[in-house]
């Protein structure tokens, strides 16, 4: 399996000092919305999809106002992964499947350039989109599903990996690619495992939003960590992910490598 690491959006909030915790005060921040293309023996499979063509094409009416006045996104498309596959060879009919770690706007608005593929998602985050609250009308944006996408709904983990139980979704690919519970965030977050030769990656999503979170000793920035709690669903359960998600890369550093969706730094490990 190969593994290819995309930025699919970069967004671009005010005030880097708070964002980055460098930078100046009026400075614009930085953040990515990191994404995987893994070339399988069942097709390409995309762990997050970042921003589509559609979210670059129609912003306003695809990621709301407040969204945009808020994390002032560059929107291009040749950052959507629909474009960087293409200039790998790729066409949007060779990706069969797709892993979100969650449905929020910056995670599954390319969902719509591939209709065709499967999308897997735990249960309870499927019922945000299929049977949502009044809260979840506000946070999912529902054009981004309007197209109708292939659900695989998944649910009771079975598999053990490090200490987590884990889902295996595709039935081809059990060996290498797991999907790992970890909620909070919204009702049904989960990390993505992917074995990279003999260590394994670990797609951890928004279960925490910078590399100091899970022990590296940069300080965690104040403007990301007012963010963070502003947008989750269950504090007590994205706590206790976050410190689980910790106790593993004390661990099991040596033999799984953590990385969250944002984090610019911990893109640039990758590329």
Same mark, same amino acid.
């Given at each position: 399996m190969k593994i290819h690491h995309l930025n699919c959006g970069t967004l671009c909030p005010y005030c880097?000092?708070? /964002?980055?915790?460098?930078g100046g005060w009026t400075e614009k921040g930085r953040l990515v919305c990191h994404c995987l293309a893994l070339e399988t023996? %069942?097709?390409? %499979?995309?762990v997050d999809t970042g921003f589509g063509v559609a979210d670059v094409e129609k912003p306003k009416a695809r990621l709301g106002s407040a969204f945009l006045a808020l994390t002032q996104p560059t929107l291009k498309r040749e950052e959507t992964a629909l474009a960087q596959l293409e200039a790998?060879?790729?066409?949007?009919?060779?990706? &069969?499947? /797709? %892993?979100? &770690?969650? =449905?929020?706007? !910056?995670?599954?608005g390319g969902l719509s350039d591939y209709p065709h593929a499967t999308v897997h %998602? =735990? !249960?309870?985050?499927?019922?945000? /989109? &299929?049977r949502p609250t009044a809260r979840d009308k506000v946070r999912f944006r529902a054009l981004q599903f309007a197209h109708g996408p292939r659900w695989a709904e998944h649910r009771n983990p079975t598999v053990d990996w490090f200490g987590f139980k884990a889902i295996a979704p595709i039935a081809e690919l059990a060996d290498d690619l797991l999907m790992v519970p970890l909620v909070g965030h919204t009702k049904g977050h989960c990390g993505v495992a992917v074995r990279n030769g003999s260590k394994w990656l670990l797609h951890c999503g928004d279960a925490y939003f910078h590399r100091a979170e899970v022990g590296h000793p940069d300080p965690m920035p104040a403007g990301l960590r007012i963010f963070e709690k502003l947008v989750q669903t269950w504090p007590q359960a994205r706590i206790d992910s976050q410190a689980r998600l910790k106790a593993l890369a004390e661990k099991h550093g040596a033999e799984v490598e953590l990385f969250c969706a944002h984090d610019p730094e911990e893109l640039a490990r990758y590329q």
């Open positions: 880097a000092r708070l /964002i980055n915790g460098k023996k %069942v097709g390409v %499979v995309l790998m060879g790729f066409s949007a009919k060779d990706v &069969t499947h /797709i %892993v979100p &770690t969650h =449905l929020d706007l !910056d995670h599954a %998602v =735990l !249960d309870a985050e499927l019922a945000q /989109i &299929t």
